[in-house]
């Protein structure tokens, strides 16, 4: 029996009807070793692909769980067959194509068997006119995949080598990079139909691309339309409508261009600037009377410009959205599952509220995934958060001859108009290292003179952003210095990435930069302990266990980890003291550096953390773990980033507290500073009455020399404060640091919803952090890295429990200091 389709648009001329979800896979050659397959039908799902159809009949086992993964390795050697029916209705005199929007990622398509598509990008949506193969009533579709590996492999032998930091053939087809594996995700190389397949039948015209180009121009909001038509193309016309303001034009020759200015539009703002005002817009193609077909965008008026003029320390990286320039507070983004066609909006919608509530205000979407789907870029737009768009290539070279140019843009053409719309949208870049990979890391040498993508970085991308984005920031790549004749990754100019203090050094080190930009610095730490529960089943569980190991997939990640700590805190023993110190270490790293960094504005005007998300769970760099659980590092970026901020910065001649303010409005703030001793002895104090810091520019405070030194420097601190906010500084590392036994009265209320936990200091308590998940697996809580001298109180939120006991807060593991780690 034919599968039942569903109609989405029945008001107008152009009907689209998504085919259905329910089809069979088979596998169609298989790699000897590997589970007897063929000929086995299971049922599958598209959207989907063959790992989770696998998954779902039972025939491999979680490939997040355990060492699961290195069993499922045979399902990238196979081909697979994917295949369903369904009805459709033969209309005479209509045209009848079959829109393709992802299959990942060679494939070969046959309807009622007869060859219709041959497609090897993941990334573009393929349109095909089926009018001669449809059969009116029952339709069989089937698609082919070749095993990605093999596919790769005969790409291989096509390009000479090509460097690749990472293994797999990605960077010489179009196929999500990190499919074949990163330093944070598993090597789970997948094939399916990825997006939805959709049947569109109309009877003269319909709309192509639709390239919408919003700017702001003084007062006015400025929409420059354009639009390919496909189909017969005389006596059309176009109608473009926002609110109260309308423009219409006929088409010439298939193609329409519109421009509509809305005075005074209400602006769009990232979140922390103004409101997120989106406004609908209409795009209607008729014929006379005859209503053909239209499409609706949200839209925002706002204006996004990048600033990369030369200046006196070199060549700048500033954003200013609607004239006014921002500090950056970013995350680096990657592919939020290894299966994409598993991130349902409500996911991507949870994750880009947690962006928001750490104060994130920038979302870089990096170039070794994918163009993410609409629900992204829409929740961006609701929530505020600037998109910087890398075009999809990473840490590779990429071949400039074969198949490679026209896929690239082509998929460039199938994305641009599909995402430009978005307010959001802040910057397309050209790539992720490849130009620093190019001129640094050996690759020359290995290429004898063979292309390694140049052109489209500096060639192809640009002219195509130019063509069909206008308005639209293009930058060749991060890091980039704005000139092949400087080194990518230089501190002076342009972006750059900051990874030799995680790989070789310290995170002291992220002092010694004064960059302009940091699109990229990161440190690890392993995921919530009830992620690590959850996917790892080791007994004993331990930093080195075989299933956390599994879960640790950067080189020599852990003995990095480890080295992360010397000068800082001690060598734990126990996994709990691991697990807490390295966690600990994370936050305090990037604290560390971000703190560096925007005391640096305006000098400085953006730092993008590596990385907000997980793929899997994971011991990796990310803020929030694969199981959505939000580590330390969340709570420090919340505090880092906030719009006021104090830091207490070491310099040359003592020290100083930066006070720091992203706000539009001044910050007029008092601000004290004063050095007690660990028990909480008042030893010298200092007010500022009033310290001006207005929008990236901080005030800075001298620390007077009697508050600034100290008389006892393992046993004290400076703590500045000021409206809601206060920063410390310590004279020695916790090493060297006198820490008490922590010591603390807990006090327990609860409401309906929430468990209130006042936690009284009985001693100096540094970087205390409550571990709810490690009484219930679901429960958070609001805040973490909490210091208090004695007798100083904070209450803490828990949600997702219903009650807590003290015996239950007190076990071993879910409340931690700093002081644990180095008082024996
Ligand atoms: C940079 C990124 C990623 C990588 C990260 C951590 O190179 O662009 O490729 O995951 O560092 O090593």
Redesign the pocket.
């Known amino acids: 029996m034919a599968n039942k389709s569903k109609l989405i648009n029945e008001q107008q001329d152009v009907v689209v009807t998504q085919l259905p979800c329910e089809w069979t896979l088979t596998c169609t050659s298989q790699p000897s070793g590997a589970p007897q397959m063929i000929g086995n039908e299971i049922a599958a799902t598209v959207p989907g692909c063959v790992h989770t159809d696998l998954l779902s009949s039972n025939l491999i086992h979680d490939p997040y769980l355990d060492c699961n993964e290195s069993a499922v390795q045979w399902v990238s050697h196979c081909d697979w067959r994917y295949e369903t029916k369904f009805d459709a209705q033969l209309f005479a005199g209509r045209s009848h194509e079959l829109v393709f929007h992802g299959l990942d990622t060679a494939a070969t398509v046959y309807l009622n068997g007869q060859e219709i598509l041959k497609s090897q990008n993941m990334h573009r949506t393929y349109r095909v006119d089926v009018g001669k193969q449809l059969a009116d009533g029952e339709n069989t579709i089937c698609v082919d995949f070749q095993s990605p590996i093999s596919f790769g492999e005969e790409l291989k032998q096509k390009f000479e080598p090509r460097p690749n930091?990472y293994p797999g053939q990605g960077n010489l087809m179009r196929k999500m990079a990190c499919n074949y594996g990163?330093?944070?995700g598993p090597t789970l190389t997948t094939a399916g139909i990825w997006k939805p397949i959709e049947l569109v039948t109309w009877s003269s015209a319909k709309l192509r691309d639709v390239q919408t180009d919003v700017n702001v121009v003084g007062a006015n909001g400025v929409i420059k339309l354009k639009v390919e038509v496909e189909g017969s193309v005389d006596n059309l016309s176009l109608d473009l409508s926002v609110g109260e303001w309308s423009a219409k034009c006929k088409l010439d020759q298939g193609r329409g261009e519109l421009e509509l200015e809305v005075p005074n539009p209400i602006l769009w703002w990232p979140h922390g600037m103004g409101n997120q005002h989106l406004y609908e817009l209409n795009v209607t193609l008729s014929s006379g009377e005859q209503l053909l077909d239209s499409k609706t965008q949200r839209i925002g008026f706002r204006s996004i410009d990048l600033d990369t003029s030369s200046d006196e320390a070199g060549s700048e990286f500033k954003f200013a959205i609607n004239n006014l320039p921002l500090f950056i507070c970013g995350a680096n983004w990657i592919p939020d599952d290894c299966f994409p066609s598993r991130l349902t909006r409500d996911r991507l919608e949870r994750r880009i509220a947690q962006a928001k509530d750490a104060n994130i205000n920038m979302l870089r979407v990096?170039g070794?995934g994918m163009f993410e789907s609409d629900d992204f870029y829409e929740l961006c737009d609701e929530a505020g958060i600037l998109v910087w768009q890398d075009f999809l290539f990473?840490?590779a070279t990429y071949p400039e001859e074969g198949h490679l140019p026209a896929e690239i843009e082509a998929e460039v053409r199938d994305n641009i108009p599909r995402l430009m719309s978005h307010p959001s949208l802040a910057i397309w870049c050209g790539n992720?290292?490849n130009i620093w990979g190019f001129q640094d890391w050996g690759w020359q040498d290995a290429l004898e003179g063979r292309t390694w993508g140049e052109h489209y970085y500096l060639n192809l991308l640009p002219k195509l952003v130019a063509e069909l984005h206008p308005s639209g920031n293009y930058y060749p790549g991060s890091p980039y210095s704005g000139s092949m004749n400087l080194a990518a990754n230089a501190d002076e100019h342009g972006c750059r990435?900051v990874?030799d203090v995680?790989n070789d050094v310290g995170y002291e080190v992220f002092a010694n930069y004064k960059p302009r930009f940091v699109s990229?610095f990161?440190w690890q730490a392993p995921a919530t302990m009830a992620t690590i529960q959850g996917s790892v089943s080791d007994n004993p569980l331990t930093s080195t266990s075989p299933g956390v190991l599994h879960h640790q997939k950067?080189s020599n990640g852990n003995l990095k980890l480890e080295r992360g700590l010397a000068g800082h805190l001690p060598v734990p023993e126990s996994f709990d003291d691991w697990h807490w110190a390295m966690q600990l270490n994370q936050a305090r790293a990037i604290k560390f550096g971000i703190n560096h960094y925007r005391s640096l504005q305006p000098h400085c005007m953006g730092t993008i953390v590596?990385?907000l998300n997980d793929c899997w769970p994971a011991t990796s760099?990310a803020a929030v773990d694969g199981a959505e659980r939000k580590k330390p590092l969340w709570y420090a970026l919340k505090h880092a980033y906030a719009r006021t901020a104090l830091t207490i910065q070491a310099s040359e001649g003592g020290l100083r507290v930066h006070t720091i303010n992203d706000n539009n409005l001044a910050y007029r703030v008092a601000v004290s500073v004063t050095r007690y001793s660990l028990d909480g002895e008042v030893l010298a104090e200092h007010s500022s009455w009033r310290e001006l810091a207005t929008r990236n520019n901080p005030a800075i405070l001298d620390v007077p020399g009697e508050v600034a030194t100290s008389d006892n420097p393992r046993d004290e601190v400076i703590v500045a404060r000021g409206d809601h906010c206060e920063a410390f500084y310590f004279f020695v590392e916790d090493l060297d640091l006198k820490l008490p036994k922590a010591e603390f009265n807990l006090d327990i209320a609860h409401t309906e919803s929430e468990v209130l936990v006042t936690v009284t200091a009985q001693s100096f308590l540094k970087d205390l952090c409550i571990f709810a998940d490690r009484i219930s697996s679901d429960a958070e809580v609001d805040d973490m890295l909490v210091t208090l001298l004695p007798q100083q109180s904070r209450t803490f939120t828990i949600i997702g429990v219903k009650s807590l006991t003290e015996a239950e807060l007190r076990k071993v593991g879910v409340i931690r200091t700093a002081n644990d780690l180095v008082v024996s």
């Open positions: 930091c990163w330093d944070w990096w070794g990473a840490c992720n290292e990435h990874w995680w990229e990161g950067a590596w990385q760099w």
